[in-house]
């Protein structure tokens, strides 16, 4: 059995090489205080910044100067702002994009002629029809 345990190779590394018992394979492990990604952008998020908005100086979030970027960005049409709005709608508040307007009411046409009278016909672009 003894000579299984020395073998070396693929994912086997000589025995003075292996983690001795009891011992960790990271002995200083990770320092005290260090942050992730995620609480690293969360802070650079929530850090205040000072800006003029129309000749008024105002302190706002990161984040907060960020979404009115974009609101505005979709609000004037910028396309790619319109889409990261939307999707960031869809993913944050999804029952809000749910919620389709109804359909407009198709037009409903009655003819109703009495002897003498004349039939008027709606314009032909609510018809669909291309040939005038």
């Given at each position: 059995m ?12 000589p ?10 394979g990271n ?30 100086p ?9 979404l ?24 944050l ?21 009495a ?7 709606p ?6 029809d291309?040939?005038?």
């Open positions: 003894d000579g299984f345990d020395d073998a070396t190779g693929f994912k086997k590394p025995r003075e090489h292996r983690f001795k018992k009891g011992q960790s002995p200083r492990g990770r320092p005290k205080g260090s942050q992730n990604a995620s609480a690293l952008l969360a802070k650079r998020l929530n850090k205040k910044v000072r800006l003029r908005i129309d000749g008024v105002r302190e706002m979030t990161t984040l907060q100067v960020i009115e970027r974009l609101v505005n960005g979709a609000l004037t049409g910028e396309l790619p702002d319109v889409h990261k709005f939307i999707a960031m709608i869809n993913k508040m999804p029952d809000v994009l749910d919620e389709a307007p109804p359909p407009p009411p198709s037009p409903q046409i009655t003819f109703h002629n002897p003498g009278s004349t039939v008027r016909l314009p032909a672009s609510l018809w669909g291309t040939e005038s």
